[in-house]
């Protein structure tokens, strides 16, 4: 598309030092991996047509996937016999596609991270060996049916059944009712074989829980599915977005497999036809199962981000380029960069991908240490509960950020060829898959509460402050490589609080702990009185908390990202780009403050004058960084050919 109202990017001369120097921070120790990735795919590989229609779409994601099988894509960073699991690699491979098309990163993700990783992270160590090199390579394609029409979040209410017969040896999978029907299944519709089947496991009349098992429900013959005995597959056809997907249903009719096929890392049935698991409590049990899972939710994640990035580098790139309206000086036009509400939209939502980015580094780390070394309960949880809040939080701020990148670039943003009406459509779902965003959050919140009722029985307020904050600090994976500094600013904060300047990085992250540590004080003692009425009126008590709930997972969220980024910037060793990401954490703060600005008024956290003051310092931090604009989103690391703009065409 031509656009006679356009200009080559500005400045005119950028430092290509300085946009190489803030990737290679950004990417932080994962920079090998993530570079690799973008010097070994090409826009071709990743990109598709997006006026394909959803039969050609699939198709194409189809094609696209096993010609990176055949690149060996599928197996790096996978547990295979004599390949240690490196969950950096799987998660950075996840990252390099979501670059490109959606759909083909969402593929990958069913065929490798979900169907894969439910034999890896749920199978036996023979299992593994069985199932997963096929997997990997792309010629085993299946399922992960889990969601029901009638249970999605909760998934301990699934109504499927896996009934033992020790008559056959065999597990009887069935669909008792319409609700129990799996559905939003990927690979269902139509390129699937087999289905990692989630179901209530019966044995000799005694359920024990969720468990899973492998189940072949079609066959392909001259290139044309056809459905097993007893099991029936369905389309569900056209969606809002991911089109090469090929989302479906599955209903199952007392479909018998092998008991060698109940997927039995964590509970199985012996030879002699009776029940036994390592894990005594079928509630630890079913937690620690879907907890070798969070690896998807990392993915989903990290995945989100990136499509912000994509969408903020279409639209930088683009706002260097386009002008409007006479300049002052009268000699052109001006950028549209170079109005400050054009940076007000556009250069905080760069900080914050440059703040996901850091804390997306450290939950890899944690995710990692969680696969190669013996972890604890609280270890564990912690990991799951920080995934699940980034989860939330990035997939919110990428539907947020690439509507603001669309509106931003005008009439050319809402055109198919320029790339963000697709970006939009397709990252919608992350909201909601891998877990529901509100559903997420309650559980970041309810994970700092749990277990700790008691301790706050019979305390004054002095006592529950003590007792809150050893709470935030044990429930929350706080030994992150930036935590010494962080708390070396904080004590400094609160000796000066009152005359630190808003951009002192002690006062800043000391408002974030302290917003927090207040709202689970104040959700605590609330918490504890509803706890105390009557059973029958709980749930009433309990729901009217919700609210208090989302706040404070979303305050925890915000504190870990921010020190997720002052370990970034400490780690940079670029003078140059650490004084840019000095800058941009600002940015990052100031923004975040100013949106909550009234709970800091309110709590007598900030003066109205401090207050104000946020304004006017965001306004100058957009200024300061408007001159680094196409460094910051080189930056980014989406390399300029991997767009798939046609407006950023010269």
């Excluded at 199952?252 to 964590?266: E, G, I, K, Q």
């Excluded at 909201?431 to 994970?447: I, S, Y």
Aim: hydrophobic share 40%; aromatic share 6%; with cysteine.
């Amino acid at each position: 598309m031509t656009d006679t109202a356009t200009r080559p990017e500005t400045p005119a001369v950028a430092d290509p030092r300085l946009g190489e120097a803030l990737k290679v921070a950004l990417d932080g120790p994962y920079h090998p991996l993530r570079q690799k990735a973008r010097d070994t795919l090409t826009a071709a590989e990743i990109l598709r047509d997006p006026t394909l229609s959803v039969d050609e779409a699939r198709a194409w994601t189809l094609a696209a996937l096993q010609h990176l099988a055949t690149k060996g894509y599928g197996n790096t960073g996978f547990a295979l016999p004599g390949q240690a699991a490196d969950p950096a690699t799987v998660v950075t491979g996840f990252e390099a596609l979501a670059h490109g098309d959606l759909s083909l990163v969402i593929k990958v993700g069913v065929q490798y991270g979900l169907w894969g990783g439910a034999i890896e992270g749920l199978g036996t160590d023979e299992q593994v060996s069985r199932w997963l090199p096929d997997i990997l390579s792309a010629r085993h394609l299946g399922c992960f049916a889990m969601t029901e029409m009638g249970h999605g979040s909760d998934v301990a209410s699934i109504e499927t059944t896996l009934t033992y017969d020790p008559e056959t040896d065999e597990i009887v999978v069935d669909s008792p009712t319409p609700t129990a029907t799996k559905t939003y299944i990927g690979n269902a519709a139509a390129h699937g074989t087999s289905a990692a089947v989630f179901g209530q496991l019966w044995v000799d009349g005694t359920c024990h829980g969720v468990h899973c098992v492998v189940v072949p429900f079609r066959t392909v013959v001259d290139g044309t599915g056809q459905d097993l005995p007893g099991c029936t597959s369905g389309d569900n056809g056209h969606k809002g977005g991911l089109l090469g997907i090929d989302n479906g249903t599955l209903r199952f009719d007392h479909v018998r497999v092998p008991r060698a096929n109940l997927l039995s890392r964590y509970g199985g049935i012996g030879d002699d036809g009776s029940y036994s698991s390592p894990i005594s409590s079928p509630g630890k049990r079913f937690f620690t199962m879907l907890g070798t899972l969070v690896r998807g939710r990392v993915c989903v994640g990290a995945g989100a981000a990136i499509a912000g990035r994509r969408a903020l580098s279409i639209a930088t790139r683009y706002a260097l380029r386009r002008a409007q309206f006479p300049g002052p000086d009268g000699s052109g036009e001006t950028l549209l960069l170079d109005y400050r509400w054009h940076q007000r939209r556009l250069l905080p939502g760069i900080a914050k991908a440059y703040a996901f980015g850091f804390a997306n580094n450290d939950l890899i780390h944690l995710l990692a240490r969680s696969r190669s070394e013996e972890v604890d309960d609280l270890f564990q949880r912690s990991l799951e509960s920080r995934a699940a809040g980034l989860k939330a939080a990035q997939s919110r701020w990428a539907n947020d950020i690439v509507q603001v990148c669309r509106e931003a670039c005008g009439g050319a943003g809402f055109m198919t060829e320029n790339g963000l009406t697709l970006l939009r459509s397709d990252v919608d779902i992350f909201a909601t898959f891998e877990g529901d965003n509100t559903v997420l959050m309650q559980l970041v919140a309810r994970g700092l509460l749990t277990g700790y009722q008691e301790t706050w029985t019979g305390l004054d307020r002095r006592e529950t402050m003590t007792k809150t904050a050893d709470l935030v600090a044990r429930m929350v994976l706080e030994r992150t490589a930036g935590r010494g500094t962080v708390d070396a600013l904080v004590a400094r904060a609160r000796r000066v609080s009152n005359e630190a300047s808003i951009l002192d990085r002690g006062w800043q992250v000391l408002m974030f702990d302290e917003r927090e540590r207040h709202v689970l004080e104040s959700l605590a003692r609330r918490y504890q009185a509803a706890m105390r009425v009557e059973k029958a009126q709980r749930f009433a008590a309990v729901n009217e908390l919700q609210d208090h709930l989302l706040t404070l997972a979303r305050v925890h969220t915000d504190r870990l990202v921010l020190g997720s980024f002052v370990a970034g910037i400490e780690a940079c060793e670029d003078p140059a780009a650490k004084r840019v990401l000095n800058t941009l954490c600002d940015l990052y703060v100031i923004d975040n403050l100013e949106g909550d600005r009234a709970w800091f008024i309110e709590h007598g956290f900030m003066t109205q004058a401090r207050s104000k003051s946020l304004t006017k310092t965001l306004n100058r931090l957009c200024a300061e960084l408007r001159p680094e604009a196409l460094a910051l989103v080189e930056g980014l690391g989406v390399p300029a050919e991997w767009l798939g703009s046609r407006m950023l065409e010269d």
